[in-house]
C-alpha cells in the first residue's frame, strides 16, 4: 500500500452535493477522531462516525472482538450512522463523566449517539459487564442502520450467530457475545454471520442497543433493557463518575484539562486488581506504515508509578491504596518464583519486572498477527511484549519512589511492604552498575544509562529517607555509601563537557568522554530531587535539549539517528517529554515560557482532550491511544505551573 492510498483511507470524503446515502467511510479514522469508554476492567474506542473500531472482553489485555483499528476487513467493527449524508460530526464527553456523546449533523435533522459502560459503585461485586448504545432523535427525521459484526481472536476465531427478533448471539468456543436491540435486526453480511438493521427516528425518539459477553455455558441471561431501564443505568452512570471525581483536591487553572487526564487515567485502572495499564490498545504505530507497533495493554511499572504520583496529587488515594497492593504482590510472586536472581538460571531482570499482566504475570510472550494488515498498513501487529524480558534498571526508582510518595501521603507502608522493598534493594546494591535497555526499550543491545543511574538513586535515597522517617530497620551506612557512589557516577561520567549536557549514556570505555547523545527523560532529574534546577550542569542540559529535541513545545525523546536505537523507521515527538519540558521551565523559574509551552501542548489534544503516545511532525496522533503516561506527565505539569504562578 503507497503512502497516498493510506492518506485516502484516513481522509473523510469531502463530496459537495447531497447524495440520498452517506459516502463510504475512511477504511480507517484518524487515531485522534476517536473517544474512550469503560467499565474499569476494559475499554472500547468510538470514532465520530460512531463507528466501535477498538473493544476487548472481558478485560484489556484480552483478545479483541471489535478490531477493525487494526485491519479494516477482518478486524471486526460495530457501525452506528445515518443513511444520509452527514454535513458534520461532534463527539464530546457527557460534564464531568466517561459517557461519551457523538453528534450527527445532517440536513435531515440531528442525531445523538450516547456510548457507555455501566459503572454502579466502586468494587461492585455484582458488576455485570455491558457496553450500552443509546440513539437519540433531537430534530427532524433521521433514518439510521446498524451492522454489529464482530470478529473474535484479531479476526482468528469463526463464529455462528443465532438471531432472534431482538437478540443477536455471536458464539465461539470461548466467548459468547450478546446484542439486546429495540429495534428488529435480520442477518447481513457476506455470509450472514453479521446482525444489522435499519430503523427511522423521528425527533424524541430513540433505539437502544446492550452488549453483553459471558462464556459459553454460562446461565446468565441476556438483560432485555427497557428504555426506563436504560435512563436509570445512564443516571446511575454519571452519579458514579461525579461522585469520583469529586474527590479531586484540584482547584487550579486548568481544572477541566487536568480532570479529565484524571477520568482517562481511572479508565485505564483494572479495578478488580488495582492495575493501571499503559493504553488500552495494540498496533497503533509511532509511524504511519512503519514497524514500530507494540502492545500496551498491560502494567509497566514505570508508567502506574508515575500514574499514582499523578493521582496522589489529585486526592485520589484509594487508587494509589490499590496499586501499592497490586504492586507488593508482584514483587512477593517474583520473589517466590526465583525467576529474578542473576545469580540463578533467571533472566538476570532481578526481582522486578519491566511490566507485568493485569493479574502481575511477567510471561508475556511477543506472536506476531501476519493475517493483520495493521493500522493504515502499519505492519507487523504484534500481541504481547517482549520487553517484559528485558533489564530497566530504572524501574527500581520509580518503583520505590512510588511507594514513598504513598508511604508520606496515603495510609502508610505495612512491614511486609518494608520487607519486600527491603529484599529488592538488596539486589540493586550489588547490580545498578549494570547495562541495561532503559526507560525507552531500545533493542540495539544494553548500555549503561544515565537515567537509569538517576533512578537506581532515587530508589536508594528513598529507601533511606523512609528508614529514618518511620524508624524502619535498615543498613543506612552501606545504603548511603552506595547511594554517593551512583550520584558521583552520574555527575562526572553522564556529563560530557563539549556539548554542556548530561547525556543519555556512560561511556564505554572509562575515562573517555560519553557519547553526544541528548536525551529529553534527564529533564526529570530535578523533579526526582537528584539536582537542583538552578544546578548549572542542569541548565546547561536544558539549553542543549532546547537546541537538539525541541521543537514549538514539542520534544523529542532522543535522536534515533545519533543513538541508534535498534529499530527501523522513525518516530514522532513524546507527549510525555513535551510536558516534562513544561515542568522543567516551571522548575527554573521561566514561567511565562512554561505557560506558552503548555498551552502549546494542550493544542494537540485531540477533541476530547485525551493524547496517544506521540505527536506527529504535522500535528497527527502517533502510538497507543490514550496513553497513561502522557496523561500524567500533563497533571504533574500543570499542578507545578500553576502552583508557581501563585
Known sequence: MTSDARDDDRTPPRDGGRPDREAPPPRYLPIAEHGLIGDLRTAALVGTDGRIDWFCAPRFDSPSVFGSLLDAEKGGC????????????????????NILITRML???????????????????????????????AVRGRMRMRTVVAPRMDYGRARHELSLREHVAEFLTDRLVVSVHSSVPLERTGAEGADAGAEFL?????????????????SDCPVEELSAEAAEQLFRSTVSFWRKWLGRSSYTGRWRETVHRSALTLKLLTHEPTGAIVAAPTVGLPEELGGSRN?????????????????????????????????????????????????????RGTGPLRVLYSIDGHADLPEEELPHLEGYCGSSPVRIGNSAADQLQLDVYGELVDSVYLFNKYGDGITWDTWSDLAGVLEWLLGNWDRTDESIW??????????????????????????ARQRGLPGDLARWTSVRDDIYRQVMTEGWNERLGSFVQRLSDVPGEQPPEILDASLLVMPM?????????????????????LVTD???????????????????????????WWVEALTRTGQIEDARLALEKTFTYANHVGQYAEQIGVTGEQLGNFPQAFTHLALISAAVNLDRAMG
Open 106 to 136: 445532517t440536513a435531515d435533522g440531528i442525531v445523538e449517539v450516547q456510548d457507555f459502560m455501566p459503572v454502579l459503585r466502586p468494587h461492585d461485586p455484582g458488576h455485570r459487564q455491558r457496553l450500552v448504545r443509546r440513539v437519540v
Open 201 to 217: 427516528l423521528t425527533e424524541g425518539d430513540s433505539a437502544l442497543f446492550v452488549l453483553e459477553t459471558r462464556e459459553p455455558g
Open 294 to 346: 507494540w502492545d500496551y495493554r498491560y502494567v509497566w511499572i514505570r508508567d502506574a508509578a508515575f500514574s499514582l504520583y499523578a493521582l496522589l496529587r489529585l486526592g485520589f488515594t484509594d487508587e494509589a491504596a490499590a496499586f501499592v497492593g497490586w504492586l507488593a504482590r508482584c514483587v512477593r510472586r517474583s520473589d517466590s518464583d526465583g525467576d529474578g536472581d542473576s545469580r540463578g538460571g533467571g
Open 553 to 579: 513545545s514539542l520534544v523529542f525523546r532522543y535522536d534515533a539517528s545519533v543513538s541508534g536505537d535498534g529499530l527501523a523507521g522513525i518516530e514522532g515527538t513524546f507527549s510525555i517529554c513535551s510536558f
Open 78 to 97: 460495530w457501525h452506528l450512522e445515518p443513511l444520509c449524508r452527514t454535513a458534520s460530526r461532534q463527539q464530546f464527553y457527557f460534564p464531568d463523566t
Open 528 to 548: 526526582v530531587k537528584f539536582c537542583s534546577p538552578q544546578e548549572e550542569r542542569f541548565r546547561s542540559t536544558m539549553r542543549a535539549i532546547g537546541r537538539g
Open 441 to 466: 526499550e531500545t533493542r540495539a543491545g544494553r548500555r549503561r544509562h544515565t537515567y537509569s543511574r538517576v533512578m537506581c538513586w532515587v530508589a536508594v535515597e528513598r529507601m533511606v529517607r523512609m
